[in-house]
Nanobody, 123 residues
Framework: QVQLAESGGGLVQAGDSLRLSCAAS????????LGWFRQAPGKEREFVAA????????YYADSVKGRFTISRDSAKNTVCLQMNNLKPEDTAVYYC????????????????WGQGTQVTVSS
């Protein structure tokens, strides 16, 4: 079993930055890929970014490419999502997830999920 814990959400203004962190209790074969997803009220959960623990390869949704950066600290079992130039449409609950498939954009491919952290961007 792998536990994930997100932190770093909050209320910011458009154009501001936030940094989300996800601490994983351990790394296993079934959790070798880390992803960030988000879900806004009334909408489906959507892919934001993903990273491989071993290679550091990164994957991004088109909507955040160039503004968000995902990174990992293997020694601390932590993955971060640096979010710059935030927009009101980025408002959502952000979830950290872990699974076996590198770069997957499908929520169903992730086995473990954190509790989520709220990000609210005001205009």
């Amino acid at each position: 079993q792998v536990q994930l814990a997100e932190s770093g959400g909050g209320l910011v203004q458009a154009g501001d930055s936030l940094r989300l962190s996800c601490a994983a209790s351990r790394r296993t074969f079934s959790s070798r890929a880390l992803g960030w997803f988000r879900q806004a009220p009334g909408k489906e959960r959507e892919f934001v970014a993903a990273i491989s623990w071993s290679t550091g390869s990164t994957y991004y949704a088109d909507s955040v490419k160039g503004r968000f950066t995902i990174s990992r600290d293997s020694a601390k079992n932590t993955v971060c999502l640096q979010m710059n130039n935030l927009k009101p449409e980025d408002t959502a609950v952000y979830y950290c997830a872990a699974g076996p498939l590198y770069g997957s954009r499908r929520p169903n491919d992730y086995n473990y999920w954190g509790q989520g952290t709220q990000v609210t961007v005001s205009s």
